[in-house]
């Protein structure tokens, strides 16, 4: 891996440390700010807002302003804006304040992932995305119960090192990338902006065929992976199964990345994209549908063991083929209407989940999963069919 990818992951795994604004969010506002749980949701959901929409305008800022001016920018701004929450009292201040900090939080993250794009050779691709995504499930897991440490001695203190770890890589960032961000956005109008004539525009990406086949696909996939932490939990205690089981099932989950992502990646540098996309698909089915046979702990680890093998697969391989599909000027477009798919899955699995759970029962949702994995894997071997891989770069007009 070249130097230069070590300091963006290190940065990375530091953002994602100084990130638990939103984890802690409703507990803070309900402890401390005496707010009521209906407005806590409210702003819950104003923070994922933020989020989505940071996405998108990360992105555009990524390909039209450059890497280095949009990440330090959105890194300083998050920071101020976090300031500016935890000193925040009154209705509006909060609102504006959380919805601020959820959309500089992800700004932040496409100029990163269009610069590890810039660098890496596509062969070395799906293991740099992979070496990010073990880095990222490390620091997240590291980072709530070290906050949740730190709110014992009062929330002002996860607001005050989420700020310092911000700026430290606010600062590391804007002096390393003044020789790795060599990338320079191609003049167009703002016509061009707005119309996407010229394919230098949002419009250019959501025109590419090839590239929101993928992006539904891992739509798809991320709303599967969500029934992990919002469905399972209800259908084991409906099994009698009490939460520290729960707990003890899921916690397969984040060992397994953490032990597997890294060897993993090495067998990803060599073997078929889209076989490797069509595999993590099939697997991430086959856990969740075996889930409706399940009757002891040890069998729903085992299922949880198997989708995990899917997501470690299917993560890592479908940034870095974001990332091949996407062209040099609008590496940031692409990352950013990635992210927004999946802040979309994080909405809408744990939705669509719980409808089905409640209305048709555990053994239609399990079945479900199962069966749109299917289709997904088929539609993964589709794309790899070179006939549909001439989709690949050539948008609608």
């Known amino acids: 891996m070249p130097s230069e990818f070590w300091w963006l992951w290190t940065c990375s795994l530091m953002i994602c440390l100084g990130s638990n604004i939103g984890s802690f969010l409703a507990l803070y506002l309900t402890v401390v700010q005496n707010r009521s749980a209906v407005y806590a949701g409210l702003m819950v959901s104003l923070f994922g807002l933020g989020k989505s929409a940071g ?6 800022c990524t390909d039209r302003v450059g890497r280095r001016a949009t990440v330090t920018f959105a890194l300083t701004s998050n920071a101020i804006s976090t300031a500016a929450l ?13 919805f601020l900090v959820g959309m500089t939080g992800t700004a932040a993250g496409p100029p990163i992932m269009a610069l590890i794009g ?44 989420d700020i310092a770890i911000t700026l430290t890589c606010m600062a590391v960032l804007a002096i390393r990338l003044k020789s790795m961000d060599t990338y320079r956005a191609p003049h167009s109008d703002s016509r061009d902006q707005v119309t996407g004539k010229g394919g230098d525009s949002l419009a250019s990406a959501v025109r590419n065929r090839r590239f929101i086949s993928v992006l539904i696909l891992a739509l798809v996939l991320n709303m599967l992976l969500q ?16 939460a520290s089981e729960y707990g003890i099932a899921i916690a397969v989950n984040g060992i397994s990345i953490f032990l597997l992502q890294i060897p993993v990646s090495r067998w990803l540098e060599q073997a078929n994209r889209a076989t490797v996309l069509s595999i993590g698909m099939m697997l991430s089915g086959a856990g969740f549908g075996l889930t409706a046979y399940s009757d002891s702990l040890i069998f729903y680890a085992i299922t949880v063991l198997i989708w995990s093998m899917g997501e470690i697969l299917y993560a890592p391989a479908a940034l870095a083929e974001v990332a091949d599909l996407s062209p040099e ?69």
């Open 227 to 242: 029934q992990g932490w919002s469905t399972l939990p209800i259908h084991m205690e409906h099994q009698n199964f009490d």
């Open 55 to 60: 996405s998108i305008v990360g992105g555009i």
């Open 329 to 397: 000027h609008s590496h940031g477009r692409y990352q950013g209407l990635y992210t927004l798919s999946s802040s979309a899955a994080v909405f809408l699995g744990p939705l669509i989940g719980g409808v089905v759970l409640e209305n048709y029962g555990s053994g239609a949702l399990w079945g479900a999963c199962a069966a749109i994995a299917l289709l997904g894997t088929a539609g993964h071997r589709a794309l790899k069919n070179p006939q549909t891989a001439a989709l690949s770069s050539d948008p609608l007009a």
């Open 86 to 98: 935890a000193i925040a009292n009154d209705t509006w201040p909060i609102a504006l304040s959380t």
């Open 118 to 161: 810039d660098i890496t050779s596509p062969e070395l691709r799906s293991r740099a995305y992979s070496l990010l995504y073990w880095g990222w499930n490390m620091a997240l897991g590291i980072a709530a119960p070290s906050a949740g440490l730190l709110a014992t001695s009062g929330y002002g203190w996860i607001f005050f090192c």
